[in-house]
Structures are given as C-alpha cells and as structure tokens.
C-alpha cells in the first residue's frame, strides 16, 4: 500500500489556493503533467468541482481522474479505473493559517502496481507533490510582489 502524505504552507487564502487546484485546463503550470478537461463540474458545484473529469499525461502514461468533492476547504479526486495505480484517492486539505497563508496537506493512498515497489511510488508521488505546491507557493508569492 502507497500513502503519500506531503505539507506546504501557501503564501494565499483557502479560497484562492482551492481555485488554482481546480483550474484543471491549467494545471500543468504547477503539476509535470500535461491536463486536458473531459468533463466539466456537475451542475450548481464549483468550477471544476465535484463530477468533473480530467484527462492527464505523465510521462506518456495517460489516464483520466475524477473531482468527488471539491470546496474551498477539502478537494477529493480519483483515478477513473486501476490503471496507473489501483484505488488511487488523492485529498487536499485547505487550512488558514491567516488572512494570506493556508497550510496545504496533500495525501494519496493507492497500490502500486506489482512490480513497482510502494517505497519507490510513494517517493515519485511525494516528490511530485512537493513539487507542484512549491510552485502554487511561488506563483502566489510573485503575485504579492
């Protein structure tokens, strides 16, 4: 069993933090991925909220994830079927820590496949991670500037 669990704090508030996570279409700015939309939120949900499906490509491995829940507080999102990874959830959590900082807490549990071990996915996914809100950090950084 795979479980990532990463923290970065983010120089912005839940709200603004929850919609550059969200922003699907964009997100490969942030993320080493390349992120196209599938299918948009489900009526009356946030933009990209729950019901919506993004197609992604990482490294040539293409696969579709799902928005479960989606507010300026908690995004849940899983992997549409077993590939890459069976039983992928991800949740981000949205925690102010003040007007303008919000403490992000990633976390994914999955199986990796048979002949990957856990150690090494979870260290890839954490990385990944790590990665990608360090750059959200970034943005909101240069923003205040």
């Not at 196209?36 to 939120?41: F, L, R």
């Not at 959830?89 to 990957?116: D, H, M």
Request: proline share 3%; glycine share 6%.
């Amino acid at each position: 069993m795979v479980n990532v669990d990463v923290v970065q704090v983010i120089a912005a508030a839940p709200n603004e933090v929850s919609k550059i996570l969200l922003d699907h279409q964009n997100a490969g700015q942030f993320f080493d991925a390349k992120f196209s939309i599938a299918k948009t939120a489900d009526e009356g949900e946030v933009f990209g909220g729950k019901g919506a499906i993004r197609n992604l490509n990482v490294a040539g491995v293409k696969f579709s994830e799902q928005i479960l829940i989606a507010d300026d507080n908690h995004i849940r999102y899983a992997i549409v079927g077993d590939r890459p990874l069976r039983g992928h959830q991800g949740n981000i959590y949205l925690e102010e820590q003040s007007s303008s900082s919000t403490s992000v807490r990633y976390t994914i549990v999955c199986e990796a496949p048979k002949w990957l071990p856990d150690k090494l996915v979870e260290f890839l996914l954490s990385q990944a991670m790590k990665k990608a809100l360090v750059k959200i950090n970034k943005h909101f950084v240069a923003l205040a500037n």
